[in-house]
Every structure is written in structure tokens, then in C-alpha cells.
């Protein structure tokens, strides 16, 4: 079903929180007035976990920049996830552009290219992955026991891979749609990583229902589930047609030629 753009709200929220270092913002701010959205929309800030004067330091930063001011008051940390559900409850009849605080646009139109293949019974992701945390390698810091435990929830929580999951670090849904997830309480950083890529996934779960997750390039061509690879938004093709950066492309950008490919097998396989 195609939306009604004359009478349904967009919004963009970028999550703004202690843990996403000052220079991501200000790259976060430049880029918003660099890359015009070329659609019509209002930007949500939304300030988690800030005391007032950082809050005043970085709304310094945004003057020339219409915005709502969101503050969310929940004083545990709940993740991005967390804010993105009362921010999504506010505005129910919206459709809503979720920004993770590390991610920026970097291209031209990126709010227009990703809105052209949006309806109301489709997610737009601006990278997706296939990989699974079941086959991520021990980490070298834990000792034996803990790497152990690690990787007995990894094998009862996440699918095999091929893990198929839209990637939440930018991504277009109707708050509708979003609110009809059954989140769960929210409390680590796996619980974040269980409803992106988890066996009962966000993916997972609205593909149940029938609500499709194309994958969008900065060339404006639409992709499926099978041919997500294709788009070189996420460890393939040196990343050439992103439209949102996050602190994983920026990584893979980061590594060398070697250790790119090996990247790129974990991803896509």
C-alpha cells in the first residue's frame, strides 16, 4: 500500500547519547546541512542520558538547523531501541527515518532516493547483512569460561548463517509497523543485537507479517533479500553506493585488503 505523502508525517530521529563521541555529532550536523534531504520532513533530536549542560553544548551546535528537541527521560539505558519506542509512540501516525547516533547521511537527496520506494507495508534499510553472531571468532580478552557461555547463547539466540536482517543503524518503517514488535525488556547490549539479528529478529518477525524490507542504494535501485549483496552498501564493492554511514562501514572502510575480504565472507558468505 502506498502512503499518502500530503497527509502522513515524516520524521527523522538521530539518537544523540553519551556514548556517541562529540565529533560523530558534529560530522552528524555537517552533513545534515552538506546533503539536502530534498524531501520534506522534520529532523526529531532526541537527547538520552545527557545532563543539561552537555545538552546545551550540542544544541549550540544546531542553530540553522530546524528540529524538534526530544529529551528522553528514561534514566536506564535501554539502547537506542528503547528511545525509538517512545519517540515512535508520540508520534504514531508517522513514518518515521531511524538514525543511530553514529550514522550520518552522505549523499545528495538521501532522504528523497529512499522515500521513492517506500509504502506503508515495506521497510526501507539502508544496509542489511546476512552474517550471524554464531560464527563470530572467540574474543581474545575473555577468558576461556566466558567465551564458552558467550558462544552457547549465540548458538540457542541466532539462526545459522545465512542470517538475513536489515541492519538498525538507518532504516524507514511506519511507527505502526514499528510498535507492532513485542520488545522485550532491554537491558544489554545482546539484547540489542537480539532483536536486529536475533532468530526472532525485527527482520524475522515482520517478514511473518508479510511487511517486505527492501534495501536502497545511493543510486536510487531497490533491492531484494537475495540480491541485498548487490547494492555495495555493506562489505562488498568498497561500500561505493551507501547512502547512511555508521561506525561498522566506516570500520570495514578502514581495513585492508585482506581483512576486507574476510569481512565480506562473514557478511555475505
Known amino acids: 500500500m502506498q502512503y499518502n505523502k500530503k497527509k502522513i508525517p515524516i520524521h527523522v530521529i538521530y539518537h544523540c547519547t553519551e556514548y556517541v563521541p562529540f565529533k ?34 550540542y544544541t549550540n551546535e544546531l542553530v540553522g538547523i530546524n528540529y524538534i528537541k526530544f529529551i528522553d527521560k528514561k534514566k536506564i539505558n535501554d539502547f537506542d531501541i528503547g528511545s525509538y519506542r517512545r519517540i515512535a509512540k508520540k508520534y504514531r501516525q508517522s513514518i518515521l527515518i531511524f538514525l543511530s547516533g553514529h550514522s550520518y547521511p552522505v549523499v545528495k537527496n538521501w532522504l528523497k532516493i529512499l522515500m521513492r520506494h517506500f509504502k506503508t507495508d515495506r521497510i526501507i534499510a539502508t544496509s542489511a547483512s546476512y ?3 554464531r560464527d563470530l571468532p572467540f574474543n581474545l580478552r575473555n ?20 542470517n538475513p536482517h536489515f541492519r538498525t543503524t538507518g532504516y524507514v518503517i511506519s511507527a505502526n509497523n514499528f510498535l507492532k514488535y513485542p520488545f522485550k525488556k532491554i537491558e544489554t547490549k545482546n539484547d540489542t543485537h537480539l532483536i536486529e539479528s536475533g532468530r526472532n529478529s525485527m527482520y524475522q518477525f515482520y517478514k511473518k507479517l508479510k511487511i517486505e524490507t527492501f534495501l536502497v542504494n545511493s543510486d536510487g535501485k531497490i533491492f531484494d533479500e537475495k540480491n541485498w549483496k548487490k547494492s555495495k552498501t555493506y562489505a562488498f564493492g568498497n561500500q561505493k553506493k551507501l547512502i547512511i554511514s555508521d561506525s561498522r562501514t566506516r570500520q570495514f572502510d578502514k581495513l585492508k585488503k585482506t581483512l576486507k575480504s574476510k569481512k565480506s565472507l562473514l557478511v555475505w558468505g
Open 143 to 162: 577468558n576461556f569460561i566466558k567465551n564458552f557461555y558467550q558462544k552457547i547463547i549465540f548458538l540457542k539466540n541466532f539462526s545459522s548463517f545465512p
Open 131 to 133: 552474517e550471524s553472531m
Open 24 to 57: 560523530t555529532f558534529l560530522i552528524f550536523v555537517n552533513n545534515y546541512k552538506k546533503y539536502s534531504a530534498n524531501y520534506k520532513h522534520k529532523l526529531i533530536i532526541c537527547f538520552k542520558n545527557l545532563d543539561s549542560k552537555k545538552i546545551i553544548k
